[in-house]
C-alpha cells in the first residue's frame, strides 16, 4: 500500500478523498483452473471478479443514465485521462469535486493513464525521455504529458485505480522496437510509483509490456513486481494480433504476474475474448464493444450478434433476445429496435446500449457463478458454441 | 359515444381494442375565472386537465424511455399520424399490436390526423375534395390520404383519442382562403365521423378552423357541435401569428365550444402560451419545444430559459433549476450539462429532455393546483415574472 507522506502537493479539492481511497485489497473466493473469482475491496464499493468496466470516456458511459449502468450489475467504470484532461480539463474537474460526483458515480473508476489515446488520438506526437508533448484533437491546443503529469491528472479526477503512464508499444514490432518500448514503459512506470507514492490516493496498477515476445514480457513483470503495485495490467494486446495470438500470450503473461494480485486485460474485448482471457487468469476487463456495437445497431446476445437494421427484423415482434434479464428485453421487440435504427432515433442507441451493457455483466456473473462452481469449462463450451451461431 | 356498428372491415389485430377503447368521459372538478380543471376518463387511464401532451412523433419521445416520461407525470402523449403511416406503417403496426404495445407505452395516446404534416411536409401534394395525395419524405413512395383512410389508420395504431382530418389553414390567410379552406375541414369532419362510427374505438375530437376571422370560427364551431364529437381542438393557430394574436382568438373561440368537452389547442407552445390558453379556458396541449429544446441545449426553469452551451455554466457546480423537483437537478450540475453538449454526448440531450419535460409537466401541475384553489391568477402573475426573466 502506499505510504502516508507528505500531501503538501494535492490541490485543495482532492485533499478530502484522500483517507477515502486509500482502501484496496484483492480477496479471492475460488480457483477454477486458472480462471479465479473474488472481489477487490475499496472505500467506494465492492468490485466483483472477474469484471467487466463499461467505458465512460467523456463522463459518460455514451447514452446511458449511470443509475442503469450500476443496475446492469456494472460495480466499476473506466475513464479516459486523455479526453478529460481536454475536455473539462484536470483542474476544472477537481475545482467541481472530482469525476465522481461529476457524473453522478459514486462508486469506483478506473482511469486509464492517458498514454495510449495520446499517441493514437493526438496530433503532433513528440515522444521523449520526459513525457510525451502533443496537440489536442479538440481545439489544437499544446499539451505534454509525463508520467509525473499523467498521476497529477488522474488524481485530479479522483481515480480510484490509477494506471502507470506507459507507452502501448504497436503491433506488430520487431523485437528491436519492442524491447526499448517495453523498457521506456519500465522507466516510466518507477517514475508513475514515486509520482504516486506523494499521496495515498486509491491504487495503481503496473503495465506489463513485451508484445509478442516471452523474455520481454518476463523482464516487464519482474520489473514491475521489483517496483511494487496494487495491480498489473497487461498491456499491449488487442492492437490487432487477433484472438490466436492474443490467447498465446496470455496462455504465459498471467502466469507471471503476482497470484495475489487482480489481473487486467487492457481493451478487451468481444464475449469470446473475454472467457477465453478469464480462462487464463484474468480478473478484469474494458472495452468500447458494447457501447460502440449499441450506437451501430449491432447486438450481443445469446444466440450471437445481430444486427438490428437487418430488414428481417422489421415484423419480428419477439425480444431481442429471450434468455436475456434486461429490461430491454422485458418491454421491447425487435421490430421495434429495428424501427428506432431505421427512424434515426436516439432511443435506438440508448436501448441497445443498454442491452449490450447487460449482456457483458450477464456473462461475468455467469463466469463468476461457474468459477464459484468449479464449471467454468462447461460454461464457457456452453457460451462459446451459442455465440458461434452465424453473425450477420 | 360511438354506436356499436358493424366491426366486419377492421382488421383482426385491433379487433381486440373494441371493448376497451370505448369508455369516454370528462369531467370538471373547478372552474376557476375561464379556467377549468378535471380529469378525462379513459380504459387506458385517466388524464388531469389541463394536460400537456409530449409528442413522440415516431413512436418514441425523443431521447427519453417511457417509464421517464411517465415519471415527469404524463398522462398522454401525442403520436404523428404521418410519421407513422410512413414508417413503420399502419397495417404493420396493427399487425404489431399497436401503437401502445410497440413503444411501451400502456398509458393513452393521442393521435393527430396527419393532414398538417401532409402538406408541411410531403412533397408534390394534391389536395383535392377526396383527399391530398403526396410522395412520402422518407422513401419518395406516393401516397394518399383521406379523411377516411386517416381514421383508419389511427384506428389501426390503435389511438385512444382520434382527431379529424383537416386542412390546418395556412397564416396568413385572405378570407376568402380561410373560409374555403374551413368549409373544407368541416365536410372532411363529417366523413371522418361517419368513418369513425363504423367501429367504437376511443374518442374523436372535431378541430375548429376559420383563422382569425370570429364569423367564421363560430360557423367552425357550429359546424362541429352538429356533427358531434367526444372533444374539439382549436387548430389554425401556433402558425406564426404571434402570441398577442393568437390569445385574441382564444379571447372568443373557446366560448364557442361547448363547455362540457375537453378543449385542445393543437401544437402549443411556450410555457407563457400554456398559461395564457389555460386562463382562456383550454385544457389540452401538445408540442415539441420541451424536447426539441433538450436537444439543443436550451433548458425551460424557473428562472427563464438558459442555453447549456454558454461558457458562464462551465463552472457552475449547481443545478440546472434550483426549484425543479426532477431526477436531472437533484443529480447534475449545470457544468456537468455544458460538457456534455460541448463533449457531443448524447446524454446532455437525454438529461435536458428529461429536464424540460418536468419542468412543462410541473406547470401543469402547477396550474391545475392552482385553479382547484381558486388562486389561478395569481399563480400565472408569478411564474410569468419568472419567466420574463432575461433569456439566453
Redesign the interface.
Known sequence: MPSKTAIASIPLATVRYCGLMAEFSFHIHKTDGRARTGEIRMARGTIRTPAFMPVGT???V????PDDVRAAGADIILGNTY?LML??GAE?MA???GLHR???WPHPILTDSGGYQVMSLGALVKMREEGVSFQSHVDGAKHFVSPERSIEIQRLLGSDIVMAFDECTPFPATRERAESSMRLSMRWAKRSRDEFLKSDQGALFGIQQGSMFPDLRQESADKLQEIGFEGYAIGGLAVGEGQQAMFEVLDYAPGMLPAEKPRYLMGVGKPSDIIGAVMRGIDMFDCVLPTRSGRTAQAFTLGGTLNLRNARH??D?GPLDAGCPCPVCA???R??LH??F??G???G???LTEHNIWHYQDLMRGLRDAISKGKVEAFARDRLSRYSAAAE
Open positions: 467523456a463522463a459518460t455514451k447514452a446511458m443514465k479526453h475536455r473539462p476544472r475545482r467541481l469535486g461529476f457524473m453522478n422489421a415484423e415482434s418491454s421491447y421487440s421490430a421495434y424501427h428506432l431505421k427512424a432515433e436516439m432511443l442507441a440508448m436501448l
